[in-house]
């Protein structure tokens, strides 16, 4: 068993009140019921990491929609965090996931109380006839609603995501989203460009991926995140110097991590595993004390997993400091990448040209 810091803690909600259309993330829309189980199973298999208790710096409490939790349940549930992070203020960072439909003044008073130092908001666009397409449930309105009530709350660090490339989706629109929201001065803005993945509510009606728009919206907002003081320090992450999330940084650097709940990828002693992507699974398995269901446990080796290393590091704009040797293991990938202008090396610090981050897939399958 670990015993040395193993920095992230993730807790995943996998419920929320519908489903949008694009959604590829484990989460079931409707089973508000479950909630109340679901958390006792958290504190259960929390408890049985029970020898890791102190050896986290990061939390992140992700989805689904984790505001969807009453504030009763939101209060079990730090209950059942605490004894394997202690008190969250005492982190170096606590990251809470939030939508704006359930998140109220009382909801934002709770979480900073409870010690949450970091927001992540889901905006998507602003434009309500966009939004209504994507199935969300929040309008801008109720964006700004729940933005001011975190603020009011004291939150001083707060993401916000959104998405282009979207089906409808003009230009103008996403320069609209990005002029309401860099009015509200967020800390983070993460952005994404639509996927349509299989099973998926878009992939059913036939929502096309338009990735030459989407790529030159990407570099339109990058333009107006960067001179709005935004850096990209990641290929979808861009921040205020000193706000880049380390919790998310801790995965690019190939860190160590425990995923609690459905569905949660951890990386603790050099193996990978993440739970069953069944909640009610989850669930009866961790109330009944048996060994949660794992999708898959893998202990990566030798040069695939400097190939991982690689992979993880170069999502990153700063890139990834190499060894000589490992340079040398890689040669024919890297000269190929440098040949094709899609990479730069300085020093030893090998990097995807800022021009190239959008195709950074391309990159990445030289390493596989
Ligand atoms: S709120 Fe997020 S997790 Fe929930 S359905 Fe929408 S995209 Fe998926």
């Known amino acids: 068993m670990t015993t040395f810091p193993v920095r992230g803690l993730y807790v995943h909600i996998p419920f929320c009140r519908s489903k949008c259309g694009y959604c590829d993330f484990v989460s079931a829309a409707g089973r508000e019921d479950l909630i109340d189980d679901y958390i006792k199973a958290l504190s259960l298999e929390a408890a049985s990491f029970r ?5 986290f710096s990061t939390l992140y409490i992700g989805g689904g929609t984790p505001s969807l939790l ?11 965090i605490t004894p394997l992070t202690g008190p969250v203020t005492n982190l170096a960072e606590s990251t ?7 998140l109220d003044d009382r909801k934002a008073a709770l979480l900073k109380s409870a010690g949450i130092s970091r927001i992540s908001l889901g905006l998507q666009t602003w434009q309500d006839g966009l939004l209504k397409k994507l199935g969300r449930i929040a309008m801008s309105a109720d964006f700004l609603k729940a933005y001011g009530a975190l603020r ?35 800390e983070h803005v993460s952005l994404y460009a639509l996927e349509v993945h299989k ?11 338009a990735p030459e728009e ?24 861009f921040s205020l110097s000193g706000r880049e999330a380390a919790h998310n940084l801790n995965y690019w650097e190939q860190g160590e991590y425990l995923g609690l709940g459905t569905a949660a990828a951890s990386h603790l002693d050099g193996e990978r595993r993440a739970n069953t992507t069944d ?18 446990r893998e202990t990566l080796k030798g040069r695939a997993k400097r190939a991982e290393k690689i992979m993880l590091g170069l999502r990153k704009t700063a890139g990834i400091e190499l060894h000589d040797d490992i340079i040398i293991e890689f040669s024919i990938a890297i000269n190929r990448l440098l040949a094709a202008g899609l990479v730069e090396m300085k ?3 090998l990097s995807i040209r800022e021009d190239h981050l959008y195709v950074s897939n391309a990159v990445f399958r030289e390493f596989v």
Request: aromatic share 8%; net charge negative; with cysteine.
């Open 199 to 209: 099973g998926t509510p878009f992939h059913a009606a036939g929502v096309k991926e």
């Open 51 to 55: 020898a890791l208790s102190g050896n």
């Open 279 to 296: 909640t009610t699974v989850f669930i009866e398995a961790a109330l009944a004390g048996s060994a949660i269901p794992q999708q898959y």
């Open 152 to 186: 009011a709350a004291g939150f001083a660090n707060i993401n916000a995501d959104l998405m282009c490339g979207l089906p409808g989706q003009r230009m103008k629109d996403l320069e609209e989203s990005l002029a309401r929201l860099l009015e509200l001065e967020p």
């Open 70 to 80: 009453s504030p009763a349940q939101l209060e079990k549930l730090f209950a059942a």
């Open 214 to 237: 989407a790529a030159e919206m990407y570099k339109t907002a990058a333009a107006i995140l960067k001179s709005a003081g935004l850096a990209r320090y990641e290929i979808s992450n």
């Open 347 to 349: 020093d030893r610090t």
């Open 96 to 102: 809470f996931e939030a939508n704006p439909e359930s």
